[in-house]
């Protein structure tokens, strides 16, 4: 991919020097006896067929006793239990009641409903915002009496460090690896779909949420003959260019593509809800400085606890990032880039949890780089009042009986984040067993040499990969099982 000025601004602010962290005092640690691992657990993991390495830590949260220790000091990548993690430290820094506001101002007189200057659409680093929302800021424009502009539509993004990319090593096309910017639209993918027609292919682009579907011209795409690869990217000027293999597409079909210049994308769409209501606006520009005006229109996000709640349900990688980005701009004061960003929240968690060491390369676990200890996760998770933040907003994992059927017992629960890549798989979180006892836990497995082989595959999902994360997902289920059900 092209240098862009998104890259070169994320480079620029990673070597700023860190200012104090301003971390949580350390927790003071309980005294706790190593004990060897039970035999249910150890002969789960033994007979699993999981090649590669296995960390297990499970610990009372009233008492801090280890219950099970497997490996547990093995650092690991986190894959998204990450998000868990950033999850704590946004809330903790940013406060549950947080909210990301996209504004649309006004640099210039407005005399008559007509503005003699330039309308600004500035983002405020929301990671959720869609294009439903966005028709609800230009009916409030409209609603605001504004029905001309004279200047130009700008559009500003500076709110948070711009990044191209999550991470490098990912294929171009995959929708969970965004570009991240302080202004953002439908997760910063746009829609592609497809339908044969004789010979060729109809495709469109746009930009749809559950009520609009815009069509934008941001990002385009041609189908090409070729056998491989599934799709290629070029930056053309402000256009995202894709360029698709004809063999792979059936006779109809959709999916989502990355966008790289979400402001842009934001931009063209709300000038097309505010065309609808007779504003027209000239083409967006991006503006490097956000310009000082009044504010005509605004959207707020939802709070930062049901932001975060979301991201731990459906494992938004945007939103993880946008979250601790915004959380190290605060503590740092300004703005720094991804891997200082992390390293950040790294720092933070040590101090938080009394003397662990992860090491975090993002916020979202998208990076293999990252790595914690089963042990360092759950001395995270049982550290003074994490549990009463985290246990609400994580999500309710089913567990499954040998009948295929979800077990339904109200005594037992299990609230984690899971983790997922290519050979990694992650769970961690708390678990109130049969007999009511409360408990923290993390399963931790990797096998980085496939996964080194796969990603030199250059295939989204490569060989074998699919196979090994179903026997991990077994193991999880079968210790989950035996935690709640049959743990004395």
Do not use: C
Request: net charge neutral; no cysteine.
């Amino acid at each position: 991919m092209a240098l862009s000025r998104r890259m070169l601004l994320g480079a620029a602010v990673s070597t700023i020097a860190l200012r104090a962290w301003g971390e949580a005092p350390l927790t003071s640690l309980r005294p706790r006896a190593r004990v060897p691992a039970k035999d249910a657990i150890s002969a789960m993991v033994a007979g699993a067929g999981i090649a590669g390495a296995v960390g297990v830590m499970v610990t009372d949260l009233a008492t801090g006793e280890v219950l099970e220790d497997i490996n547990s000091a093995m650092q690991l990548p986190p894959a998204s239990v990450t998000k868990a993690v950033t999850a704590l430290y946004a809330l903790e820094t940013l406060g549950p009641t947080h909210r990301f506001t996209t504004k649309v101002i006004a640099a210039g007189l407005v005399t008559d409903g007509i503005l003699q200057g330039d309308l600004i659409l500035a983002g405020g680093g929301d990671p959720n915002l869609v294009t439903d929302d966005v028709a609800a800021l230009a009916q409030s424009l409209k609603d605001s009496g504004l029905r001309e502009v004279r200047g130009d539509f700008l559009v500003w993004d500076g709110a948070l460090t711009n990044l191209d990319e999550i991470d490098a090593g990912q294929l171009d096309h995959v929708g969970y690896n965004p570009t991240i910017t302080g202004l953002n639209l439908n997760f910063n993918r746009v829609h592609f779909e497809w339908k044969a027609v004789g010979d060729a292919f109809e495709t469109a682009m746009d930009a749809r949420s559950e009520n609009y579907r815009p069509t934008v011209t941001t990002s385009r795409i041609s189908v090409v003959d070729r056998p491989a690869p599934l799709f290629t990217y070029r930056a053309a000027g402000d256009v995202d260019q894709w360029t698709v293999a004809k063999g792979a597409l059936n006779n109809a079909g959709s999916r989502w593509l990355p966008v790289r210049n979400p402001a842009l994308y934001t931009g063209q769409v709300f000038a097309s809800f505010a065309r609808s209501h007779g504003i027209v606006l000239k083409p967006p520009q991006e503006v490097q400085s956000l310009p000082q005006g009044e504010t005509l229109a605004r959207h707020n996000s939802p709070d930062l606890t049901r932001m975060m709640q979301s991201m731990l349900r459906f494992s938004t990688n945007i939103t993880a990032e946008a979250a601790g980005l915004a959380a190290t701009a605060r503590r740092a004061d300004g703005q720094r880039g991804l891997r200082t960003s992390a390293l950040g929240m790294a720092r933070w968690a040590e101090g938080r949890a009394g003397g662990i060491a992860p090491v975090f390369v993002d916020h979202s676990g998208l990076g293999d780089e990252s790595r914690i200890s089963a042990a360092d996760m759950v001395q995270l998770l049982e550290a003074e009042n994490v549990a009463q933040q985290l246990r609400p907003i994580m999500k309710t994992i089913a567990l499954i009986g040998d009948d295929g059927v979800a077990i339904n017992d109200p005594r037992i629960a299990v609230r984690a984040k899971t983790g997922t890549l290519n050979f990694v798989s992650t769970l961690a979180g708390y678990v109130r067993t049969h007999q009511g006892r409360e408990l923290a836990f993390a399963i931790f497995a990797a096998d980085l040499e496939a996964r080194e082989r796969g990603k030199r595959q250059g295939d989204e999902v490569p060989r074998g990969a699919v196979g090994w994360n179903r026997r991990v997902r077994a193991l999880q289920q079968g210790i989950l099982k035996h935690l709640t059900q049959r743990l004395v």
